[in-house]
């Protein structure tokens, strides 16, 4: 598709389930990143993949927060044994990747619409 | 101290009001900066670059101060659409684009 795609939209569980969320980048975005936005808050850095390998991670909260990409295209975010304070929204945005100044010339980010996670 | 730091308002202006936004960073090796425009329960979009000789984009005027660590956004003439919140965002360019999001601002803007 044209943009960024994350499914499920809307997920609601219960406290102590497993959830997967999905993210589909922009074709021919190398990278990938995911974040979790709180009621009333700003965006929270969770991790960055640049093709299928994640240099960054250090944003992930717990080690009940794991994600993959595959084939350089598409990440999931398993949330497992999930608590109330892991209700937020999570968004994934995907840019092109270059080096040095072109690295920043190409910085732009462009985010999916979200899942919206409600932890019972 | 937050590394992007906003007024988070609300601000509340009349339609055909000039408003100002204001936001600080803490990172001075920080590379380039953005605002993004987020409506409510919707995902985050770029409205601006800023570049540091300023610049203007139709009604909207971003300027940076590299030596003050500040970066505005200013909105001549307010249009209803114009209410969203107005994210400020740092990239401190950690061998990969990493964005550094404040917490927003939010603009409501009545007839």
């Known amino acids: 598709g044209a943009g960024v795609s994350q499914s499920p939209s809307n997920k609601v569980t219960e406290k102590g389930k497993d959830v997967e969320l999905r993210c589909d980048p922009i074709?021919?975005?190398?990278?990938l990143y995911w974040y979790r936005q709180s009621l009333g808050q700003g965006l929270e850095f969770l991790i960055y993949?640049?093709?299928?390998?994640?240099?960054?991670k250090s944003g992930l909260p717990s080690d009940r927060f794991s994600a993959e990409r595959t084939g350089g295209s598409v990440s999931t975010l398993t949330i497992q044994r999930t608590q109330q304070e892991d209700s937020a929204v999570y968004l994934c945005?995907?840019?092109?990747?270059?080096?040095?100044?072109?690295?920043?010339?190409?910085?732009?980010?462009?985010f999916g619409a979200g899942t919206r996670l409600s932890v019972l | 101290r937050k590394e992007v730091e906003q007024d988070p308002g609300p601000f509340n202006v009349p339609e055909g009001a000039t408003v100002a936004f204001n936001c600080t960073y803490s990172?001075?090796?920080?590379?380039?900066f953005f605002w993004y425009r987020q409506d409510c329960r919707k995902e985050p979009k770029l409205l601006m670059s800023?570049?540091?000789s300023g610049n203007e984009d139709g009604r909207f005027t971003a300027q940076l101060n590299r030596a003050s660590q500040y970066i505005s956004l200013l909105i001549r003439d307010s249009k209803l659409s114009d209410s969203a919140t107005y994210l400020c965002?740092?990239?401190?360019?950690?061998?990969?684009?990493?964005?550094?999001f404040g917490a927003g601002t939010r603009l409501a803007v009545h007839p």
């Open positions: 993949f640049q093709g299928n390998s994640a240099p960054d």
């Open positions: 965002v740092v990239n401190e360019l950690r061998g990969y684009n990493k964005l550094i």
């Open positions: 990172n001075s090796a920080s590379q380039s």
């Open positions: 800023v570049y540091s």
């Open positions: 074709s021919g975005h190398t990278a």
């Open positions: 945005a995907s840019s092109f990747h270059g080096q040095g100044k072109e690295m920043i010339a190409k910085n732009i980010q462009y």
